[in-house]
Every structure is written in structure tokens, then in C-alpha cells.
């Protein structure tokens, strides 16, 4: 499955319709911004996280850490700037980061939201970059998501709906199950939720608020 971007910022209210098993892209993608408004980030603060960012790519070489270091100036440049929200990454799955974010008092189309998004970004896409080249998502660890996802669509769907996949579900088993469910048409609207809440937390780890 065709992992969405490398920093994907999503409505709070989100319709999946991915297929099941998300693999991670191998270059940094688009960024959708939902509403947010308030505070502008000033531009001695911009300036202090594009000192880090500079620091992080000033051997050529983006560490594990530092790629966490990137994401943490992402999040707070946005909540400097007047977002909240929640994200998730976890990158001993591999690169990548989830987030929603909010502040109400925008426009219909988002502009200060935009505004906001594309100064923020700035600090992270040389990062994501790099990174991206560097640290390509491995076999064990897309293995390591399919199994985080089995395991919790196991525990959060209803036992008529996991019986086929079996003890120790594949790939295979594990998008046969999500695409009966998002065909069916008299699904519970909670199996979709738990699939999409299942799919952010193999690849990218629990939800975080800011």
C-alpha cells in the first residue's frame, strides 16, 4: 500500500480509503493543511529552529535522533504559531509523521493555515530529505508494521471479522480483511475507525497531543 506523506496533516475527521498495508513513500510528498489560525510564529523563532535544522544537516548525515530532533521543531514552529493538535511518528518503524491540527477563526480556505504550514515545513523537508535517502523503511521493519497492525485490528474489531486471519495473519489476510470491510456496505462505522486507527498506530505509533 502507497504510504501517505512523509508529514500528513489530515482533517480531524478522516474517511480511509487507502489499501491495507501502508508502505512508506521513498521521497518526501505534499502537504494538506486543515484550518488553523492565531499567532504567527515570529521570525526570531523561526530563526533559532532553522539554526537547529542547519546544525542537523551540517555533516550531511541525519541520525535517528535528529530526524525526532526535525519533527519536535516542526510541531513546536506550528504551536508557536497558534495550532493544536495531535501527531504521531515512530521511526523504529520508519520515517514518516501523522498529524491533525486546529485552531479555530480561519477562513474557508485555510490561509493562515497555509501560511503557517509552509513556514514550518521549511525547517523539516531538507531533514525529511535526507533522512528519507538515508534511512529507507527495511524489510523488518515493514514486517514489524504488519504485525503491530494484525495485532490491533485483532483486539479492536468484533471476532466475526478477525476469525479469517487466522493465528498469525500475512499481508495478504490482513488486506482481504480490511478490503471486505470497506466494501460492505452494512460495516459498522467503528470498523472503519478502528482500521484507521489501527493503520496510523502500526506505522506511526500512538497519537500525541500539542
Known sequence: MNRVVLVTVVALLVVS??????????????????????????????????????????????????????????????????????????????????????????????????????????????????????????EGQRALEADRLASCLLAALPEGRTIQLGNDPDRAAIEALIADIESDPSADPAEYEAISDCEVFSGFGPWRSF
Open 17 to 138: 480509503c487507502r489499501p491495507a498495508v501502508q508502505q512508506r513513500p521513498s521521497t518526501p510528498s505534499s502537504v494538506f493543511p486543515t484550518s488553523v489560525a492565531g499567532p504567527a510564529t515570529t521570525a526570531p523563532q523561526l530563526q533559532e529552529h532553522a539554526a537547529r535544522t542547519a546544525e542537523i544537516l551540517g555533516d550531511g548525515v541525519v541520525t535517528t535522533a535528529e530526524m525526532g530532533a526535525a519533527y519536535s521543531l516542526y510541531i513546536g514552529c506550528m504551536e508557536e504559531g497558534g495550532a493544536h493538535g495531535s501527531y504521531a511518528f515512530d521511526l523504529s518503524v520508519g520515517p514518516g509523521m501523522r498529524i491533525n491540527y486546529w485552531v479555530p477563526g480561519d477562513d474557508q480556505e485555510g490561509t493562515r493555515s497555509e501560511a503557517l504550514d509552509q513556514k514550518c515545513q521549511g525547517l523539516l523537508a531538507d531533514v525529511e530529505t535526507v533522512y528519507f535517502e538515508q534511512h529507507p523503511q527495511t
